[in-house]
């Protein structure tokens, strides 16, 4: 019997499989060899045994880049936001991780590196008073950063609990001016395929793509991470800049974002885009509605074995629950 703590990478499959394997299966069966054609070969010569194995090892064949240096970044802690239990270890949260763009694997660290993140820039497009760009750093002078312990839940039911540093999203948003009839917030990923392998996988949506309602977006939990653990972001957690929306299941929370843009039209999310049966918009957490591949009732922390209960908008409803009364035609959760 194995005693102790479980590194986050020994999370057992069942309990973790990933997002994508349903999705790969899908491409390959769906489109053939357009979609998945290296990988059905792999398949096809009984090399392995799996899509998303086989995408990996495809992704992880490059050479070993020295670990990015994250620089400190200390702010003071918003006490408001008490997490109710403990913080996942560093090592847990910044080595079991989901960043598609550079493998489906959770030990994507080491093909993150590859991520140039400075210089970087934002663009803000849309329906804002003037679209522009404007420089990490020149953004971040304009925000006052605090650190903020939020708990995260993926839909695979792993969850940890993590000290972010950032800015509320509603500053950035004030920042860009939206117009009146703005409805929708716009999110893209970076998409470079020098040094993003997941993008040779076309049956992918690419860019990573995420939206939240205005009201979602200017709730005061709504937050954007600049660092985590008092330091900048590793590659891998999304540096230089991501969204954390901890009531969301976590895919909503979209990494090293480069472009953000204001419509009136709702948008179709990466996974949306990919299995709309399997994630909607919304995507509120909720352990009385199952995902059609995962029971959300229980959740395994980072870092343990114990496998604890789900709550309702991950324990946010004080702060968010509101936002969705009225909402009664729409598919609020997963
Ligand atoms: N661009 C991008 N953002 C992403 C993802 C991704 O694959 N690509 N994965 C999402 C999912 S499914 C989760 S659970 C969280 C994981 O964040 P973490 O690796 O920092 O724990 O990032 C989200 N943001
Ligand atoms: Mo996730």
Same mark, same amino acid.
């Given at each position: 019997?194995?005693?102790?703590?479980?590194?986050?990478?020994?999370?057992?499959?069942?309990?973790? /499989?990933?997002?994508?394997?349903?999705?790969?299966?899908?491409?390959?069966?769906?489109?053939?060899?357009?979609?998945?054609?290296?990988? *059905?070969?792999?398949? %096809?010569?009984?090399?392995?045994?799996?899509? *998303?194995?086989?995408?990996?090892?495809?992704?992880?064949?490059?050479? @070993?880049?020295?670990? +990015? @240096?994250?620089? =400190?970044?200390? %702010?003071?802690?918003?006490?408001?936001?008490?997490?109710?239990?403990?913080?996942?270890?560093?090592?847990?949260? /910044?080595?079991?991780?989901?960043?598609?763009?550079?493998?489906?694997?959770?030990?994507?660290?080491?093909?993150?590196? %590859?991520?140039?993140?400075?210089?970087?820039?934002?663009?803000?497009?849309?329906?804002?008073?003037?679209?522009?760009?404007?420089?990490?750093?020149?953004?971040?002078?304009?925000?006052?950063?605090?650190?903020?312990?939020?708990?995260?839940?993926?839909?695979?039911?792993? %969850?940890?609990?993590?000290?972010?540093?950032?800015?509320?999203?509603?500053?950035? @948003?004030?920042?860009?001016?939206?117009? *009146?009839?703005?409805?929708?917030?716009?999110?893209?990923?970076?998409? $470079?395929?020098? &040094?993003?392998?997941?993008?040779?996988?076309?049956?992918?949506?690419? =860019?990573?793509?995420?939206?939240?309602?205005?009201?979602?977006?200017?709730?005061?939990?709504?937050?954007?991470?600049?660092?985590?653990?008092?330091? &900048?972001?590793? +590659?891998?957690?999304?540096? +230089?800049?991501?969204?954390?929306? =901890?009531?969301?299941?976590?895919?909503?929370?979209?990494?090293?974002?480069?472009?953000?843009?204001?419509? $009136?039209?709702?948008?179709?999310?990466?996974?949306?885009?990919?299995?709309?049966?399997?994630?909607?918009?919304?995507?509120?957490?909720?352990?009385?509605?199952?995902?059609?591949?995962?029971?959300?009732?229980?959740?395994?922390?980072?870092?343990?074995?114990?496998?604890?209960?789900?709550?309702?908008?991950?324990?946010?409803?004080?702060?968010?629950?509101?936002?969705?009364?009225?909402?009664?035609?729409?598919?609020?959760?997963?």
């Amino acid at each position: 019997m194995m005693i102790g703590k479980r590194r986050g990478w020994e999370i057992p499959e069942r309990e973790a /499989t990933p997002e994508a394997l349903v999705m790969c299966r899908r491409a390959l069966i769906g489109r053939g060899p357009a979609g998945g054609g290296v990988v *059905a070969a792999a398949l %096809a010569r009984g090399a392995l045994s799996n899509p *998303a194995q086989a995408q990996w090892r495809l992704f992880s064949g490059g050479p @070993v880049l020295p670990a +990015p @240096v994250l620089k =400190p970044l200390k %702010a003071a802690r918003n006490d408001a936001y008490v997490p109710g239990r403990d913080i996942t270890e560093e090592a847990q949260a /910044t080595s079991y991780n989901n960043y598609y763009e550079f493998g489906l694997s959770k030990a994507v660290a080491g093909a993150a590196r %590859a991520l140039v993140s400075d210089p970087w820039s934002v663009e803000i497009a849309g329906m804002v008073a003037t679209p522009r760009k404007i420089g990490f750093e020149d953004l971040l002078g304009k925000m006052t950063l605090e650190e903020r312990v939020y708990r995260h839940r993926c839909v695979e039911t792993w %969850a940890m609990t993590v000290p972010w540093v950032g800015f509320p999203l509603a500053k950035l @948003v004030a920042f860009c001016e939206p117009q *009146a009839g703005a409805k929708y917030v716009v999110f893209k990923t970076l998409a $470079d395929p020098k &040094t993003m392998p997941g993008l040779g996988q076309r049956f992918y949506p690419w =860019p990573y793509t995420e939206g939240l309602t205005m009201e979602e977006a200017t709730n005061e939990l709504t937050f954007i991470s600049v660092g985590m653990y008092g330091k &900048t972001l590793p +590659p891998q957690n999304g540096a +230089p800049l991501r969204l954390t929306v =901890p009531w969301k299941y976590g895919f909503k929370s979209i990494k090293s974002i480069v472009k953000i843009e204001f419509t $009136d039209k709702r948008p179709v999310s990466f996974w949306e885009g990919l299995q709309e049966s399997e994630y909607g918009f919304w995507a509120n957490v909720n352990p009385a509605v199952a995902h059609p591949r995962w029971s959300q009732a229980k959740e395994t922390l980072l870092g343990s074995d114990e496998r604890v209960p789900t709550k309702i908008w991950n324990g946010y409803g004080d702060q968010v629950a509101s936002l969705y009364t009225g909402l009664t035609k729409e598919r609020l959760f997963v």
